[in-house]
């Protein structure tokens, strides 16, 4: 099983940004692709972005492409999710994710992931 976890939430006013990272460890070769869900108070787990194993492709949930970014480096077994101009409805906690399947396909679900981390809050105040 591969070990997820997150580091990087915290509190940032409206229009800044954050930078989460989510290092992996154990067996990492089992789930290749990565992706970032968050679950804000109340509401279901929802997909925010994923990434191919070898970067080369990459989804985002229509509600965060063009502000949020996601990247990874191989060599150290990370990936990292650079957040621009927040806005208060992405207070949420921010999960990193390894799916199931080793066919990336780019949309996930929560019932595709096999591993799942700890979890960081983010939280952006108006």
């Known amino acids: 099983q591969v070990q997820l976890v997150e580091s990087g939430g915290g509190l940032v006013q409206a229009g800044g940004s954050l930078r989460l990272s989510c290092a992996a460890s154990?067996?990492?070769?089992?789930?290749?692709?990565r992706a970032w869900f968050r679950q804000a108070p109340g509401k279901e787990r929802e997909f925010v972005a994923s990434?191919?194993?070898?970067?080369?492709?990459?989804y985002y949930a229509a509600s965060v492409k063009g502000r949020f970014t996601i990247s990874r480096d191989n060599a150290k077994n990370t990936v990292d999710l650079q957040m621009n101009s927040l806005k208060p409805e992405d207070t949420a906690v921010y999960y990193c994710?390894?799916?199931?399947?080793?066919?990336?396909?780019?949309?996930?679900?929560?019932?595709?992931?096999?591993?799942w981390g700890q979890g960081t809050q983010v939280t952006v105040s108006s």
């Open positions: 990434i191919s194993w070898d970067g080369g492709s990459t």
């Open positions: 154990g067996r990492t070769f089992s789930s290749l692709a």
């Open positions: 994710a390894a799916p199931k399947s080793s066919l990336y396909t780019g949309r996930y679900y929560p019932s595709d992931v096999y591993s």
